[in-house]
């Protein structure tokens, strides 16, 4: 591993999901047993339009949501500048494989598949938190290397 | 024969007949052309024999008159030379008269009457005339062949009859060339007509071979149709009264059942692609609110066990193993979807086997230990370094599957033995358990879906009946065979082979 093995700490979690239960588990989960803060959005849109503000170090969001799907919002979050590359972790109750897959594939850090464990929630999301993070350092050092050499 | 009767197109064959129906009139015609000259010729010669008999029979009067009165002999030949000169008959038919010395007494050359012509000859060479009193003085009649007139020299054949009360020699012949023309005259008709009628025969023979091969063609053209997958297609011949007809029916029959079938097939990709869509909903569908649940269950068991009464825990704890097992159920049903569906996806890599087991064992050890049951793996050093291409997580399923059941059916404080064995070129994993085995009534049964064996043991243990069935095509897609022994009492041992890569194969 690269760089410094310190990351900076997940404290912030946006949950975005239309049902309304699963946000409460959600944010229960990751208070309680990760001890992180949690965002939670019933809506797509209106999360689009606050987590602009917020900032947080990770997005979980639902994958077939109405009015927006998962996909559609990812695209929108990586329009904006300031969310361009905070990691999105998909949750998905259809566990096909070309899912998840697309999923990575259009770019999200990981694909958590419901119904999860609450207890390894908030550690899986900080294993993907982490890997997304070491690999953007791994990413800037051999940028800056490839530059310096030149 | 085979092959002109097999190989050669219909049209052909027709043809070919046509040909040899050609050959057979010419041959005949060739034949009849020696044949109708011959006759032709006798026919003629024939005639001028009559004709001199007949000319001979009108002469004679007259000889018996100048016999009664001799007075009269002069006016009387006269008379017939001047009746019988003049006579014609046919194309250029005429006779002449001669005497026994040669000298001709009337013909139509008229610079030839008076002359004796005894010693002269035709173009050929032959003495004619004396041939013609010779063949009186000898036979009284006859033919004579010779060429006339001596300067062009045509082939002639001509009849003599003497009178030898006047010393005369009456004749008339027939030119060869005449006879010929005729022929030729026949023979050309005969052959317009033997083209005619071989234009016609080939005429229908086209019509026959194009009402037969046409057909034929088209039907075969629609069965290949058919066969393509085009079902889109109209017999219209069915309606013919032939032979074609009832072959077209036949076709029409079979086609409409190729359009039934594909019909069927349709309605049950149809049905497929439905069941299948709803099984995937179903799945999400349940999913999402079992989301919550086990969100619920799992965090009051894990963050709050120490504060809840003892008998709301134990409820708990019947609570999450019920999701638990119907988390399982849905999964089995999509599973048994897409395995269903053909859309099950493998991905294989080489795996070694010791790793591979114990993760396995591991993984199921604390379901075992709710049957009270302890999990052994017993692995020797050819089958720790094993390697087998399976994939990893569709392994661990097949092995949870056989390994949970090994728990259910195990008595409490059992043993289930989980082993390796290198056999040639595959390694048999068994697991092997000391329950009351499979019965025997249910022996047949146990990959089928959703069958599971009912006894009194078995009725509270659980299950779907689908986890062996999803096992055994989830270890055939890993090019794999799963089998058991059983034995009444004793227990049971489930099998599961897999090649070994070739490449640990070369290595030892």
């Known amino acids: 591993m690269e760089g410094s093995p310190m990351t900076?700490?997940?404290?912030?979690?946006?949950?975005?999901?239309?049902?309304?239960?699963i946000l409460e588990i959600v944010r229960l989960t990751l208070e309680t047993v990760g001890e992180m803060k949690v965002s939670c959005f019933g809506d797509a849109k209106k999360a689009l339009f606050e987590l602009e503000s917020l900032k947080p170090d990770v997005i979980l969001t639902d994958s077939r949501m109405p009015g927006m799907t998962g996909q559609e919002f990812f695209r929108e979050l990586r329009r904006k500048m300031v969310l361009r590359e905070?990691?999105?972790?998909?949750?998905?109750?259809?566990?096909?494989?070309?899912?998840?897959?697309?999923?990575?594939?259009?770019?999200?850090?990981?694909?958590?598949?419901?119904?999860?464990?609450?207890m390894s929630l908030a550690n899986e999301i900080q294993v993907f938190y982490e890997k997304t993070i070491n690999k953007k350092r791994g990413d800037d050092n051999n940028a800056k290397r490839g530059h310096s050499s030149r | 024969m085979s092959w002109l009767f097999e190989r050669v197109k219909i049209s052909a064959r027709l043809f070919l007949l046509v040909a040899l129906v050609a050959i057979g009139i010419c041959g005949l015609l060739s034949l009849s052309y020696a044949y109708m000259r011959d006759?032709?010729?006798?026919?003629?010669?024939?005639?001028?024999?009559?004709?001199?008999?007949?000319?001979?029979?009108?002469?004679?009067?007259?000889?018996?008159?100048?016999?009664?009165?001799?007075?009269?002999?002069?006016?009387?030949?006269?008379?017939?030379l001047r009746r019988i000169?003049?006579?014609?008959?046919?194309?250029?038919?005429?006779?002449?008269?001669?005497?026994?010395?040669?000298v001709m007494l009337t013909h139509p050359i008229s610079s030839l009457v008076g002359q004796n012509l005894r010693e002269s000859t035709d173009s050929k060479g032959i003495l004619y005339m004396k041939n013609f009193i010779n063949l009186v003085e000898a036979q009284g009649q006859g033919t004579e062949t010779y060429y006339w007139p001596p300067t062009e020299g045509r082939q002639k054949i001509s009849y003599v009859i003497g009178i030898p009360e006047w010393n005369w020699v009456v004749g008339s012949g027939v030119y060869f060339e005449d006879i010929e023309l005729e022929i030729r005259a026949i023979f050309i008709k005969l052959a317009l007509a033997a083209m005619t009628l071989l234009f016609v025969l080939l005429f229908f023979a086209i019509l026959l071979g194009r009402s037969v091969s046409q057909p034929i063609l088209s039907l075969s053209h629609i069965l290949s149709d058919v066969a393509a997958g085009n079902l889109d297609v109209d017999v219209s011949l069915a309606t013919r009264g032939d032979e074609i007809g009832s072959m077209a029916k036949a076709t029409q029959v079979f086609v409409e059942h190729a359009q039934r079938v594909a019909r069927i097939e349709a309605e049950k990709a149809e049905i497929d692609k439905a069941k299948s869509a709803f099984i995937s909903v179903v799945s999400h569908e349940l999913r999402t609110p079992l989301t919550s649940i086990r969100g619920s269950v799992e965090l009051i068991l894990g963050t709050m066990k120490t504060s809840l009464p003892e008998k709301a825990l134990y409820l708990l704890n019947i609570a999450q193993s019920n999701i638990d097992r119907l988390l399982l159920l849905v999964n089995d049903l999509l599973d048994l979807d897409r395995i269903a569906a053909g859309e099950m996806r493998i991905e294989s890599a080489p795996e070694q086997l010791g790793p591979l087991l114990r993760q396995a064992a591991e993984i199921n050890r604390s379901y075992a230990e709710k049957y009270y049951a302890r999990i052994h793996v017993t692995c020797g050093y050819q089958e720790e370094t094993a390697t087998i291409n399976v994939d990893k997580a569709r392994f661990f399923q097949v092995l949870s599957n056989l390994l949970s059941n090994a728990a259910k059916f195990s008595p409490a404080g059992g043993q289930i033995l989980l082993s390796a064995e290198v056999m040639g070129d595959k390694v048999r994993i068994k697991v092997v358990d000391h329950g009351s085995g499979i019965p025997e009534s249910f022996q047949n049964r146990v990959f089928q879906k959703f069958s599971q064996a009912q006894t009194e043991e078995t009725k509270d243990r659980g299950g779907s009946g689908l986890g062996l069935h999803?096992?055994?095509?989830?270890?055939?897609?890993?090019?794999?065979?799963?089998?058991?022994?059983?034995?009444?009492?004793?227990?049971?041992?489930?099998?599961?082979?897999?090649?070994?890569?070739?490449?640990?194969?070369?290595?030892?």
């Open chain 2, 39 to 80: 006759a032709l010729f006798e026919q003629n010669v024939n005639q001028a024999r009559h004709l001199v008999q007949t000319t001979h029979s009108l002469i004679m009067p007259y000889v018996y008159e100048s016999q009664a009165d001799p007075a009269k002999l002069a006016e009387d030949q006269q008379r017939v």
């Open chain 1, 86 to 118: 905070t990691p999105v972790i998909f949750m998905t109750a259809r566990v096909q494989p070309e899912e998840i897959e697309e999923y990575l594939r259009l770019g999200a850090t990981g694909v958590i598949m419901k119904p999860f464990n609450p």
């Open chain 1, 8 to 21: 900076p700490p997940l404290s912030h979690v946006a949950c975005v999901d239309d049902d309304r239960d």
């Open chain 2, 470 to 508: 999803i096992s055994q095509k989830l270890v055939e897609l890993m090019k794999g065979r799963i089998g058991f022994e059983t034995k009444n009492g004793i227990g049971t041992t489930f099998w599961v082979d897999f090649p070994l890569c070739s490449s640990w194969k070369e290595a030892p």
């Open chain 2, 85 to 102: 000169g003049s006579l014609r008959y046919g194309k250029d038919g005429y006779f002449w008269i001669n005497d026994m010395n040669g």
